[in-house]
């Protein structure tokens, strides 16, 4: 027994003689000598199981002076007080750490002891391992419980309470991954996966789209010539008629009042000379056909102004209407007009 102390207190003391590279400024010489005083102090005090006493002793020495085996003293410690927690950590820290080649050899030795054991520990705490897709491991931060973790810890685990906790990874060019996990005392560490995606694209802001070519709009078809009124004709040719027939009367109606005119003169009241009485009748004649020519113009002028303003159909739509015919009779005192439509 007193020759494993001998030797704990050998290595411990050799490791405190050398810095430790990532060390701050090194430390003075009496620094050194207060550390190596405090850390022989709490391996003596932990080999006598006073742990608390034991941690803070080599707390205190590595506020002196950094060295590997402080830390995996320490990590012992609150193993053996029941915080594996606190001990995960402590282990993790020894074992990622870069230490040099030229460093002393009971730091390499302390970090080969602290990797075994982490090992052993590893199935009897509560935790988990890490891993984030996505995005490079160098750009990535991961947060568990709102506290940064190193990305160079993720593949030890982290060790957690019993409870609830949130885990988040996060990098500049994608949307967080979050993610709650709820651990257990003793369950081991589980593994979780979060994936890094790209943000996605906003609806105010879409992506650019390649410019399209212009569409040559059809050119419309010139309208097509309106069908020809099939009215128009016979409503030409019964509108001359009309004309005709009314010229006609006015001028059998002139002879007639001169021809009056002259019987007038020559007559008493009722009575006629016997020589003026052809001239009567003739008068007569003259005035009934002026009459009938009167009517018959009427009647045609304005059925040749109906036939011109009827509305034209297409041929599909009503069949072609007949042609109309007009045609008239005189006699001696007399006039007949006739005519289909």
């Given at each position: 027994m007193r020759l494993r102390a001998f030797l704990l207190s050998t290595v411990l003391i050799g490791a405190v003689a050398c810095p430790a590279p990532a060390a701050e400024p090194e430390a003075s010489e009496q620094d050194r000598d207060a550390a190596r005083s405090l850390a022989k102090a709490g391996i003596a005090l932990y080999q006598q199981s006073r742990h608390e006493e034991a941690i803070s002793r080599l707390r205190s020495a590595e506020k002196l002076f950094h060295a590997p085996t402080h830390l995996l003293y320490m990590a012992r410690a609150h193993a053996k007080l029941g915080r594996l927690v606190e001990a995960h950590q402590l282990y993790v820290d020894v074992v990622?750490?870069?230490i040099p080649n030229y460093a002393a050899p009971a730091f390499h030795k302390a970090q080969a002891t602290a990797r075994e054991e982490l090992a052993a520990l590893s199935g009897k705490v509560g935790g988990v391992i890490i891993a984030v897709t996505g995005a490079p491991l160098d750009q990535v931060e991961v947060m568990v419980d709102g506290t940064s973790v190193p990305v160079a810890r993720l593949p030890h685990g982290?060790?957690?309470?019993?409870g609830e906790h949130?885990?988040?990874?996060?990098?500049?060019?994608?949307e967080p991954a979050q993610q709650s996990l709820q651990v257990a005392a003793g369950q081991?560490?589980?593994?979780?996966?979060?994936?890094?995606?790209?943000?996605?694209?906003?609806?105010s802001n879409p992506p650019p789209t390649a410019p399209t070519a212009p569409v040559a709009?059809?050119?419309?078809?010139?309208?097509?010539d309106p069908p020809d009124h099939p009215l128009f004709t016979p409503g030409i040719i019964t509108l001359a008629i009309g004309g005709a027939a009314l010229a006609a009367g006015g001028i059998t109606g002139g002879l007639t009042l001169a021809q009056a005119s002259d019987i007038k003169a020559t007559c008493n009241d009722t009575q006629c000379p016997p020589d003026q009485e052809?001239?009567?009748?003739?008068?007569?004649?003259?005035?009934?056909?002026?009459?009938?020519m009167f009517i018959v113009g009427g009647v045609a002028a304005a059925t040749g102004i109906v036939l011109l303003l009827m509305p034209s159909s297409s041929p599909s739509e009503a069949p072609a209407p007949p042609q109309p015919t007009l045609g008239?009779?005189?006699?001696?005192?007399?006039?007949?007009?006739?005519?289909t439509f």
């Open positions: 990622v750490e870069d982290v060790a957690l309470d019993s949130q885990i988040e990874a996060r990098s500049a060019k994608t081991g560490l589980v593994h979780l996966e979060l994936v890094l995606q790209a943000p996605a694209t906003s609806a709009m059809p050119t419309p078809a010139p309208p097509a052809s001239e009567a009748n003739s008068a007569k004649t003259l005035g009934h056909v002026s009459t009938t008239a009779r005189l006699g001696a005192g007399y006039g007949q007009f006739f005519g």
